[in-house]
């Protein structure tokens, strides 16, 4: 296996990479490798789908499922070495399918099929055993043993590119697809899958990556606001309520909404975790009263919260982790794109297996003291505390503001982030994203003039929305957004973060402040364009970074 997508990845002086027979995320060297084979074949497929498209024909299936299969090799989504074989089965389906359409489809414009690429070409074994001894065709690293810039530029590109397929098919949930999109996106995919090598057509690819991110993240931002109203300021309870049970996970608002549907009147309490908490600022979703709380903190954490949560589990998306540790394997279940070996995968829209396990289950005993945080300060929220915020600017009583986002880990190193949180001065505002804000957001940061001074604007997605309100700022203040006193302090983990991280990049924000550690794929030499190009700031500590920004 050759895996290098996140920030957990092996890191020392004998490998770069997790190379060995399991990843430090737990994935095995097999679904490793199937995962390899997978996304050969998903840009192959994409080779066809992108001409397809030239001549105006787009496959809506191939269009939504593409993508979709391409999430499933996201850190922490899909373990089960059976669902990955799957995946393949079905893309051998598609491929072949979608060649002979598209060949047709060239033929009736009387047009010529250009030269195939390298992943069109690959003919993959069909059977189970051959596809393993195929995987090493497959492998990232295939050509070359170890990292150099280009290797490292083309995992920018595709890494960031599979956090873009994770948000696309978050929207295509909400019924958000386009099929400009998709092409762009299958041309990219195609791209990649011809093993280019030209080092600075493969940096603009990255930023190529991010500009469609930016779309990609309107679109869902359309898609969530559009089916469940735009987020508006909401206390949630972190301390759990007695009774039967439901903890729903991951970024999934259409799951929570069918789930809450189908549990209601049935004495079950719905709680959210991770990444869902900024579900309870949704008007469609906050009307429902057994939607009661958020349970636990960040996804590193669920082996010991999920073993204590007495009842059923959903993950919707990532991350998951061995829930053979916590012993917890018989009462999670997994949806869509997300699956551990042995765990109980749920298809279509029927949450009764979900809801038989809550009801067998004892739920709380007893209430925990009530501890309220809020949540929903989306796009609109902040569109409304804009000029109050811009007043207080002006009148000098709000100095800075920080955009404090990301996701969260196990590194020790990511206490800088709590440290920096606590220690921003008390004339400043802090916006959060992400899980990265379970380290801090149970504390009260108090407000200036009536304004909270931790805002959470929602998922890593979001960054959406925060992106919107440092648009209107600059506007308003007549300059550019890198000339704000506004400060991104990103924490990266896995690839929905690099697609942000590019999105950002591609719109000229400078100065981002980037860590725990940077991405092992980034070579000294991309690293230092990166540092010239863009001024991207590796952390160092919250003091030293604080006084750096608050002078700047
Ligand atoms: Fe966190 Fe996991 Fe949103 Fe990520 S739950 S780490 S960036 O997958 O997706 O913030
Ligand atoms: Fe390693 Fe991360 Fe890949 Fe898991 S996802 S195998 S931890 S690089």
């Known amino acids: 296996m050759f895996c290098i997508q996140c920030e957990q990845t092996l890191n020392s002086p004998v490998a770069k990479g997790c190379i060995f027979a399991q990843g430090m995320c737990g994935k095995t060297a097999e679904v490793s490798d199937l995962q390899d084979v997978l996304v050969k074949y998903l840009q192959g497929i994409s080779f066809w789908a992108k001409l397809g498209a030239d001549y105006g024909y787009h496959h809506p299936q191939v269009n939504r499922w593409s993508p979709q299969a391409f999430f499933s090799t996201l850190t922490n989504v899909n373990f089960d070495p059976v669902r990955m074989y799957e995946f393949i089965q079905e893309a051998r389906h598609y491929k072949s399918a979608l060649e002979k359409e598209v060949k047709a489809v060239v033929a009736d414009h009387s047009g010529v099929i250009p030269p195939l690429t390298v992943a069109a070409l690959m003919d993959i074994p069909a059977a ?91 679109m869902l931002d359309k898609g969530e606001t559009s089916r469940f109203g735009d987020p508006e300021p909401t206390q949630v309870n972190v301390g759990h309520v007695k009774g039967k049970c439901i903890l729903v996970s991951g970024h999934d608002l259409e799951d929570l909404y069918e789930i809450l549907v189908q549990t209601q009147d049935k004495g079950i309490n719905v709680y959210t975790h991770g990444e869902m908490l900024p579900a309870h600022g949704y008007p469609q979703l906050k009307t429902f009263k057994h939607l009661v709380g958020n349970y636990g903190t960040a996804w590193q954490k669920q082996q010991t919260e999920f073993a204590d949560f007495p009842g059923a589990i ?40 979900v809801i038989d396990c809550a009801l067998s289950l004892e739920g709380f005993r007893e209430d925990a003291r009530p501890h309220l945080i809020t949540v929903g300060f989306g796009r609109a929220a902040l569109a409304q505390a804009a000029p109050a915020v811009i007043q207080e600017i002006r009148a000098g009583s709000i100095k800075h503001v920080f955009l404090v986002g990301g996701c969260d880990g196990d590194k020790r190193d990511r206490n800088y982030y709590t440290d920096f949180a606590q220690k921003t001065p008390e004339d400043t505002l802090m916006l959060t994203l992400a899980c990265g804000k379970y380290r801090f957001n149970y504390q009260d940061f108090g407000n200036i003039n009536g304004i909270p001074r931790l805002l959470d604007v929602g998922q890593c997605n979001d960054s959406y929305s925060a992106i919107q309100l440092a648009l209107a700022l600059a506007e308003e203040f007549q300059c550019g957004v890198n000339d704000l006193p506004l400060t991104l302090v990103v924490s990266w983990f896995e690839q929905k973060a690099i697609a942000v991280l590019l999105t950002l990049l591609a719109l000229g924000v400078r100065g981002i402040y980037l860590g725990p550690s940077l991405p092992v794929f980034l070579t000294p030499d991309l690293l230092e364009m990166l540092v010239e190009t863009f001024d991207i ?3 160092s500590d919250a003091d030293s970074d604080l006084k750096v920004m608050l002078n700047s």
Not at 169 to 196: F, K, N, W
Not at 322 to 342: A, E, L, M, Q
């Open 128 to 218: 189970q055993e051959a596809v393993i001894q195929f995987a090493p065709m497959a492998s990232l690293n295939q050509e070359k043993k170890s990292l150099d810039d280009v290797l490292g530029a083309y995992l920018l590109c595709l890494y960031g590119l599979k956090g873009v397929a994770a948000y696309m098919e978050h929207a295509a949930v909400l019924g958000q697809t386009d099929d400009e999109v998709y092409a762009q996106y299958h041309g990219i995919m195609s791209y990649l899958g011809d093993s280019p090598d030209d080092l600075q057509e493969l940096l603009q690819t990255a930023l190529q990556v991010g500009e469609l991110n930016y779309r990609v993240m309107f």
């Open 537 to 539: 700031r590796p952390i």
């Open 314 to 353: 959903v993950m919707t998306s990532n991350c998951i982790i061995n829930p053979d540790v916590g012993g917890y394997k018989d009462r999670i279940f997994t949806r869509s794109i997300v699956g551990w070996p042995g765990a109980r995968h749920i298809v279509g829209e029927d949450f009764s297996e």
